[in-house]
């Protein structure tokens, strides 16, 4: 039960992780608010990924505390399950599954874990792709589509799970520059709508444009965190405001 519907939807508290000697992620608090759009940036290496990978438990977290909608993130397990059906994940690798159509891709989840009739999760997978702009492409193979097109169709996979929150990992990476905008706009248009999003992207015009906040890390540490135009034209540290220098003349 939600005491209230201001508490935040995702809570991270003082999440520690190491791998080996190395410290990944360092003390992070961070919350993030039902329909809020939050964008990671920092250099490489910052931990970014790896804090993206942890709210839904891709990555196992050392010390602190993650919930999801009032909920710790249970260890494993069915309860586990049930709340990464709620969290859905676009990678950079669109991980589709190659052996099967588009329109299978986008059915699986729901069918197999949200147990809905195949002809309800057909429909709404048809309404998904249609949204992203691929649904002229359900009957083909993820093989036979661009890297934008099935990065599109990985954003409606997801969807497709109705999750509370969607956590995109460098969706846009792997792309070639033409592809980004699509997918990015598929994107926005997903902000516009009111999902809850974190994104760690090094897209600074999405982050500008889409983001209710801009959170900075380095070295595995959240550094600073600020609306877009206090970021961009403000930053308060000396690391984000040598990464924005660096970015930001190119």
């Known amino acids: 039960m939600q005491e209230t519907t201001d508490a935040p939807l995702v809570r991270l508290s003082g999440v520690q992780k190491w791998y080996g000697e190395l410290h990944v992620l360092r003390d992070i608090d961070l919350s993030i608010a039902r329909g809020e759009v939050v964008v990671v940036i920092g250099p490489s290496g910052a931990g970014k990924s790896t804090l993206c990978r942890a709210i839904n438990r891709l990555?196992?977290?050392?010390?602190?505390?993650?919930?999801?909608?009032g909920q710790p993130l249970p260890q494993e397990g069915k309860a586990l399950a049930r709340l990464r059906a709620d969290v859905g994940m676009v990678f950079q690798s669109f991980n589709l599954f190659a052996h099967k159509t588009v329109l299978e891709n986008v059915t699986l989840g729901p069918t197999k874990v949200r147990k809905q009739s195949k002809a309800d999760a057909q429909a709404r997978a048809k309404e998904l792709l249609d949204r992203v702009g691929v649904g002229h492409q359900a009957a083909k193979y993820p093989a036979q589509?661009?890297?934008?097109?099935?990065?599109?169709?990985?954003i409606a996979r997801a969807l497709a799970m109705e999750p509370k929150v969607m956590l995109f990992d460098e969706p846009t990476s792997a792309l070639d520059p033409e592809m980004i905008k699509e997918v990015l706009d598929v994107m926005v248009d997903l902000a516009e709508r009111g999902m809850t999003m974190v994104v760690v992207t090094h897209e600074m015009g999405f982050a500008r444009t889409a983001a209710n906040r801009v959170v900075f890390m380095a070295d595995g540490a959240v550094v600073e965190e600020a609306d877009p135009e206090t970021f961009f034209t403000n930053p308060q540290s000396d690391r984000a405001k040598d990464f924005l220098g660096k970015i930001l003349k190119h």
């Not at 990555?59 to 909608?69: F, K, L, R, V, Y």
């Open 145 to 154: 589509l661009s890297g934008g097109q099935q990065q599109r169709v990985a």
């Open 59 to 69: 990555e196992t977290i050392d010390e602190g505390e993650i919930s999801i909608d």
